[in-house]
T-cell receptor, first 115, second 113 residues
Framework: DARVTQTPRHKVTEMGQEVTMRCQPI?????VFWYRQTMMQGLELLAY????????DSGMPKDRFSAEMPDATLATLKIQPSEPRDSAVYFC?????????????FGEGSRLTVL | AQSVTQLDSQVPVFEEAPVELRCNYS??????LFWYVQYPNQGLQLLLK????STLVKGINGFEAEFNKSQTSFHLRKPSVHISDTAEYFC???????????WGAGTKLIIKP
């Protein structure tokens, strides 16, 4: 059963620490999205990759966040240094272009708490 | 640019009653339309989608939605809800050249026993 895998599922850290979240997209998918979900802001797009190339990271605070796809099976989202306002659930989703565009498969999320 | 409005943040409904979750969108180009569902402590999953063709779209778990171009709406309906339908429902659109989704704010469906 193909699924998007995210690690860690839960992370508690202190302000100023580096946090790295990882995502394994579904094999064969060529688009990867990082979203952040909070009660106040809802679902926010942080970064979007197509064929491993970053196409849109306008939603991401550039001074502390970075997103990469070192290979087709791994996407990473890094926060350095972390701040309490970064506390949220971070979702990775993958999909395909063409006829299946918009049909995204989400991971279960990484719940981040920054103290 | 597209935008999506989900008119209700919460919809309470009795079990076995019908429900309609409303979604309106704005766009200057033709769009694809989607409903996603998020169960507690899980990621989102696709419920149904409209790409072209019949304006009535059937999805999983007995849900359906109707695309109304003149009213720019894509409302989600279910004739009889169950306690297991308790979740948050998100409407989303994308244009036909851009693969990014524009999301509504979500509607929490609350089932009363």
């Amino acid at each position: 059963d193909a699924r998007v895998t995210q690690t860690p599922r839960h992370k508690v850290t202190e302000m100023g620490q580096e946090v790295t979240m990882r995502c394994q997209p579904i094999l064969g998918h060529n688009t990867v999205f990082w979203y952040r979900q909070t009660m106040m802001q809802g679902l926010e797009l942080l970064a979007y990759f197509r064929n491993r190339a970053p196409l849109d990271d306008s939603g991401m605070p550039k001074d502390r966040f970075s997103a990469e796809m070192p290979d087709a099976t791994l996407a990473t989202l890094k926060i350095q240094p972390s701040e309490p306002r970064d506390s949220a659930v971070y979702f990775c989703a993958s999909g395909l272009t063409g006829g299946k565009a918009g049909e995204l498969f989400f991971g279960e999320g990484s719940r981040l708490t920054v103290l | 640019a597209q935008s999506v409005t989900q008119l209700d943040s919460q919809v309470p409904v009795f079990e076995e009653a019908p429900v309609e979750l409303r979604c309106n969108y704005s766009s200057s180009v033709s769009v694809y339309l989607f409903w996603y569902v998020q169960y507690p402590n899980q990621g989102l999953q696709l419920l149904l989608k409209y790409l072209s063709g019949s304006t009535l779209v059937k999805g999983i778990n007995g849900f359906e939605a109707e695309f109304n171009k003149s009213q720019t709406s894509f409302h989600l309906r279910k004739p009889s809800v169950h306690i297991s339908d308790t979740a948050e429902y998100f409407c989303a659109v994308s244009d036909r050249s851009n693969y990014q989704l524009i999301w509504g704010a979500g509607t929490k469906l609350i089932i009363k026993p």
